[in-house]
T-cell receptor, first 114, second 117 residues
Framework: AQSVTQLGSHVSVSEGALVLLRCNYSSSVPPYLFWYVQYPNQGLQLLLKYTSAATLVKGINGFEAEFKKSETSFHLTKPSAHMSDAAEYFCAVSDRNAGNMLTFGGGTRLMVKP | DAGVTQSPTHLIKTRGQQVTLRCSPKSGHDTVSWYQQALGQGPQFIFQYYEEEERQRGNFPDRFSGHQFPNYSSELNVNALLLGDSALYLC????????????????FGAGSRLTVL
């Protein structure tokens, strides 16, 4: 069975600082990996996805993530945090044969201090 | 493009009652998935429908059932509500048309927040 672990349920950074949100997964086969963002009272919005092309994936709003097979990780980064980045972030994994069924991590709430 | 629309946005029920949640997929999408997101947790997969049949199911009891209509819209039904069913229910749509990347991305609605008293 697949699983996703997001280390740190809350992360606080200052505006302009580096954002690093951690995600580790377990899967018996190379998976598809995703990062979603959820703003208050809204659904999930896709930030980026890894599907076996380049291991460094660029997404929207300046976010990027690097797939590291040896570490089974897919950490999300952004060089400079903005106040508007404050939200809940979810890492998710999908088995290539699972037909879009996503397994989500528990989420990381990002707080950005002025 | 209206995206994925869900109704109602909020509702309150009492234990033992039944609830029906509705979802209209994004234009061009033919597959609908439902997820349950309890407070402070990540979404959990309930089931997925396409061609009007349940195709995959997560670890949820039979009290959770669904339906997909010919226009691809979907309903989620929960019977004999428990306090633990209080959650945000998210509908996500996608297309089964082959994607060159191999991963057909889900588009999520804003959810229906169910409170069971």
């Amino acid at each position: 069975a697949q699983s996703v672990t997001q280390l740190g349920s809350h992360v606080s950074v200052s505006e302009g600082a580096l954002v690093l949100l951690r995600c580790n997964y377990s899967s018996s086969v190379p998976p598809y990996l995703f990062w979603y963002v959820q703003y208050p009272n809204q659904g999930l919005q896709l930030l980026l996805k890894y599907t076996s092309a380049a291991t460094l994936v660029k997404g929207i709003n300046g976010f990027e993530a690097e797939f590291k097979k040896s570490e089974t990780s897919f950490h999300l980064t952004k060089p400079s945090a903005h106040m508007s980045d404050a939200a809940e972030y979810f890492c998710a994994v999908s088995d290539r044969n699972a037909g879009n069924m996503l397994t989500f991590g528990g989420g990381t709430r990002l707080m950005v201090k002025p | 493009d209206a995206g994925v629309t869900q109704s109602p946005t909020h509702l309150i029920k009492t234990r033992g009652q039944q609830v029906t949640l509705r979802c209209s997929p994004k234009s061009g999408h033919d597959t609908v998935s439902w997820y349950q997101q309890a407070l402070g947790q990540g979404p959990q997969f309930i089931f997925q429908y396409y061609e009007e049949e349940e195709r995959q199911r997560g670890n949820f009891p039979d009290r959770f059932s669904g339906h997909q209509f010919p226009n691809y819209s979907s309903e989620l039904n929960v019977n004999a509500l428990l306090l633990g069913d209080s959650a945000l229910y998210l509908c996500a749509s996608s297309s089964r048309v082959f994607s060159p990347s191999g991963a057909n991305v889900l588009t999520f609605g804003a959810g229906s927040r169910l409170t069971v008293l």
